[in-house]
């Protein structure tokens, strides 16, 4: 029983490792579509089909379909699928950039494994003595370097609670204050709004 149930966890969560990312990405492209169409649709002509039964179901179909998907993708013909779709997704303008966004963060807070966010830090942002998460991406390079006065560090700053949108800031620095949680936590403190926070110190 154990066993099955492992099983049926590992796929769950190798599903959403592929589900997320498609999803998020269709979701940020449905969401402009819905800002437009709502934009040019007169408001008398709008209906509301969202209802809590409804609500429940969707959910409930997708933690099947989730599941689904990640059994499939741990047999061999189930890689190759996902691999053929991220091919024909790459030829796509806007939406391969999209999907690969969203990949690195999904698969930054679902693993735990660093991908192109490097360390978690503290930077003052919007304004001096608010602080807020980011993720460094790269050391400064480029113009931006030659034009500053000093050494700056490329930082990702996510939104709550999506965080697949944000601010890239080049921050001096001495500026920056090195997290011990690591950018999965950060993540997930990130999209949970601050109510999900690492212990610390850290466990040893």
């Not at 049926?8 to 959403?16: H, K, Q, T, W």
């Not at 490792?17 to 492209?29: D, K, M, T």
């Not at 698969?107 to 993720?135: D, I, N, S, Y």
């Not at 709550?160 to 949108?165: F, R």
Request: aromatic share 10%; glycine share 6%.
């Amino acid at each position: 029983m154990n066993d099955r149930w492992r099983s049926l966890r590992n796929s769950f969560f190798a599903g959403l490792l592929v589900v997320v990312p498609l999803a998020g990405s269709v979701f940020l492209v449905l969401w402009l579509f819905t800002f437009v169409t709502d934009f040019l649709l007169p408001a008398s002509l709008r209906t509301e089909v969202w209802t809590p039964l409804y609500r429940l179901a969707a959910l409930l179909a997708f933690v099947v379909l989730t599941t689904a998907v990640g059994w499939i993708t741990r047999l061999v013909i189930g890689r190759r699928l996902v691999a053929v779709i991220e091919r024909l997704i790459d030829r796509v303008p806007l939406f391969n950039k999209t999907y690969g966004f969203v990949k690195e963060i999904s698969h930054t807070v679902l693993t735990g494994q660093k991908t192109m966010f490097q360390r978690a830090v503290l930077v003052e942002f919007p304004r001096p003595k608010m602080w807020a998460v980011g993720c460094v991406t790269s050391e400064a390079t480029g113009e931006p370097q030659i034009r500053t006065r000093e050494p700056v560090i490329s930082v990702f700053i996510p939104t709550t609670p999506n965080p697949t949108s944000g601010f890239l800031v080049l921050v001096p620095r001495d500026q920056v204050i090195e997290l011990d949680m690591t950018v999965a936590e950060g993540m997930k403190m990130i999209i949970s709004a601050g109510s999900v926070v690492p212990p610390y110190p850290p466990p040893p």
